[in-house]
């Protein structure tokens, strides 16, 4: 399953308040590489430099509009796109439906559910049809459930944190392969990664706590001195 929270995010609002907003709620999920621009120009140039994997566009802007300029983005990348308008008529809905866009909220709307909206999109969008098939895999007698962040050992369900979910995924991603501590650091912290090696290490050995019969001499979740991780799976699904 591909690092949904890592995917780049442009938002474009010429209102400073209302860009605020929603980068505070989308960090407050986990997203971390969000760029922001508040008329046509500046985000031309940002999907230029930056390529955004999503846009979160207005519709009204200074020097134009989000219509034309989901145009001419259009013309040089390829990214899912939801609108925001104060305009709600059916006509302006379904001219920026029949641009591309991916979906089109009303203002005023509520935070929550543009930040359930837009993850939606980046799911169906970028999810990769592997990981969807395999949500799921065993480890010994343990099945460790990707889609829910849950482990099950027999009866018991033992939830997995964001950041041994991370872990996981990438490990999973990477099966049978070694990966490197510092991919598996980019993974989970971003590009905020550097130095956190020895956190790390914690997060490994609690995610070992949940998975492994004996976390003490693991099984499964291998350490490959002075590289990294190795996860040997087994698909059940």
């Given amino acids: 399953m591909d690092n949904l929270k890592s995917k780049k995010i442009?938002?474009?609002?010429?209102?400073?308040?209302?860009?605020?907003?929603?980068?505070?709620?989308?960090?407050?999920?986990?997203?971390?590489?969000i760029y922001s621009a508040a008329d046509c120009a500046s985000a031309l140039s940002i999907c230029r430099t930056g390529k955004p994997d999503i846009a979160i566009l207005d519709v009204m802007l200074p020097d134009g509009d989000g219509f034309s300029l989901l145009s001419s983005i259009k013309q040089f990348l390829d990214m899912p796109v939801l609108f925001l308008s104060a305009r709600g008529e059916d006509e302006d809905r379904l001219l920026g439906l029949g641009l591309g866009a991916d979906d089109y909220m009303v203002k005023p709307f509520l935070p929550?559910?543009?930040?359930?909206?837009?993850?939606?999109?980046?799911?169906?969008?970028?999810?990769?049809?592997?990981?969807?098939?395999?949500?799921?895999f065993q480890l010994g007698e343990y099945i460790i459930d990707l889609d829910s962040a849950i482990v099950h050992r027999n009866q018991i369900e033992l939830p997995l944190t964001a950041k041994e979910h991370a872990i996981l995924v990438k490990l999973y991603e990477n099966q049978g392969r070694i990966v490197t501590?510092?991919?598996?650091?980019?993974?989970?912290?971003?590009?905020?990664?550097?130095?956190?090696?020895?956190?790390?290490?914690?997060?490994?050995?609690?995610?070992r706590e949940k998975i492994e019969m004996d976390p003490s001499n693991p099984a499964h979740l291998l350490t490959v001195r002075g590289l990294g991780y190795k996860l040997l799976v087994k698909a059940v699904r």
């Fill in 10 to 33: 442009l938002i474009v609002d010429d209102e400073p308040e209302i860009r605020i907003m929603i980068e505070s709620f989308l960090r407050k999920e986990g997203f971390f590489r």
């Fill in 181 to 207: 501590s510092d991919a598996l650091c980019q993974a989970v912290w971003g590009d905020d990664s550097y130095g956190y090696e020895n956190t790390l290490m914690v997060h490994i050995r609690r995610v």
């Fill in 112 to 136: 929550r559910e543009l930040v359930l909206r837009l993850t939606a999109i980046l799911k169906r969008v970028y999810s990769s049809p592997m990981a969807e098939r395999l949500s799921a």
